[in-house]
């Protein structure tokens, strides 16, 4: 817990029957296409997350730090109020905890890709053209079986072209690189050693990573794997203990029920679709304080470099919120755990719209729900999103007076 004032938060606790709802719409900032531009969100028609701009209080917040471009985990983990710096967490125990795979001390987890690769061995499709997950489970079963010197190994499913590996055995290590190259054109990168000690994984994912180019070479367009994300387990203050809150997390895709699962938040059922998420909320409004909601579709439409879709994925998730009003919260935030311009096609270091509504906020002069907007908000151009959270107690009432 350094460097992270949990124990103040912890002491200024005040448990009370208020309700707050935190819905991240993953990858939410963006970028305009040509100078003066509006970016995606500008350009959305919002009325909802309008109004509770004009309502509530905004501004930009920094996931990590400025300049700094975050993963999906830090992102998250910036909103739920943990240090991404000194909480950190490769994307393999993400994906673990998010499939409800049990990893067992000293197992090392590495989150996969299934790409396409060209005659030369070049990455053609890092995620090969988004196979569907039924796709997936067959080219797990063919994975699976694959067997390595002196390392156990388990292939599992995840969503879509993404795909679990956990690596165990005497021995293992999490300090080794990703393969994948980021961008295509080029070949994967071998797996290597990044401290002493860390050979023997780096020489176990190399083995799998060759094994699997053979069992998949008839397969198309799945044809080869890219591993990102080499961790570990860890061992993190549970959001209960530091908030004082009962939390329950509504979200489809696994990485997010696995930051959820290991902050100790209670993750409900996987549903299929975002509507789902909202109806799980409503159906549990009355048994938990905190409820986190997931969207993903912003992200993913951002990363195809497709702005108007993305523009229609923000649409959609605005069309949610009077549902969650309904609901009468305390407190509800609406923002990204990161940005993801279509123009960049790629997660970005731009701070993120942020919006906090609730009966007790000092409203600013905000009349829309917008970078540009934001820029201006009450909650300042740069602001910390490790702030978030304790903002959202403070709205709710629930932390007490600090000092005589």
Not at 134 to 141: A, D, I, M, V
Not at 245 to 271: F, I, S, W
Not at 272 to 296: G, L, W
Not at 384 to 397: C, I, Y
Request: charged share 25%.
């Amino acid at each position: 817990m350094q460097n992270h004032p949990f124990e103040k938060m912890a002491g200024l606790s005040s448990p009370n029957d208020s309700k707050i709802i935190l819905m991240v719409l993953d990858g939410l900032g963006g970028l305009p296409t040509k100078p003066r531009g509006s970016t995606e969100l500008e350009t959305a028609l919002t009325p909802n997350f309008d109004t509770l701009a004009k309502e509530g209080v905004t501004g930009l917040h920094l996931p990590v730090g400025a300049g700094i471009t975050p993963g999906s985990g830090p992102g998250h983990l910036g909103v739920f109020g943990y240090d991404p710096l000194a909480f950190q967490v490769g994307r393999g125990a993400l994906a673990a905890a998010g499939v409800g795979f049990e990893m067992e001390s000293g197992d090392v987890a590495v989150r996969g890709n299934f790409c396409t690769l060209d005659e030369e061995g070049r990455v053609q499709d890092r995620r090969a053209g988004r196979i569907d997950t039924k796709t997936n489970n067959r080219l797990c079963e063919k994975l699976d079986p694959i067997e390595l010197d002196g390392v156990e190994l388990f292939v599992q499913t995840i969503k879509e072209h993404r795909f679990l590996a956990v690596l165990r055995g005497e021995g293992l290590s999490d300090e080794v690189n990703d393969t994948d190259p980021q961008e295509t054109g080029r070949k994967p990168i071998d797996p290597e050693a990044q401290k002493s000690g860390a050979g023997k994984t780096a020489a176990a994912l190399k083995q799998f990573a060759e094994c699997a180019r053979k069992v998949l070479a008839e397969e198309s367009p799945a044809n080869g794997i890219l591993l990102r994300g080499v961790a570990k387990k860890p061992e993190w203050p549970s959001f209960r203990d530091v908030f004082g809150l009962n939390a329950a997390a509504a979200a489809a895709y696994p990485m997010y029920r696995g930051v959820a699962r290991l902050l100790g938040m209670e993750v409900l059922p996987q549903p299929e679709t975002f509507e789902e998420e909202v109806e799980q909320v409503k159906e549990h409004f009355s048994a938990y304080d905190f409820f986190f909601i997931h969207f993903k579709p912003s992200d993913s439409r951002g990363e195809d470099g497709d702005f108007q879709a993305k523009v229609d994925a923000i649409q959609k998730a605005d069309a949610i919120i009077p549902a969650l009003r309904n609901l009468a919260p305390d407190v509800l935030i609406v923002t990204g755990d990161h940005s993801t311009p279509a123009l960049l096609k790629s997660h970005s270091w731009h701070p993120v719209p942020t919006v906090l509504w609730s009966p007790t906020c000092r409203t600013d002069r905000t009349e829309s729900f917008g970078e540009r907007e934001c820029m201006s908000g009450g909650l300042g151009p740069r602001f910390p999103a490790t702030d978030l959270m304790p903002l959202a107690l403070a709205h709710a009432g629930r932390l007490k007076k600090f000092g005589a």
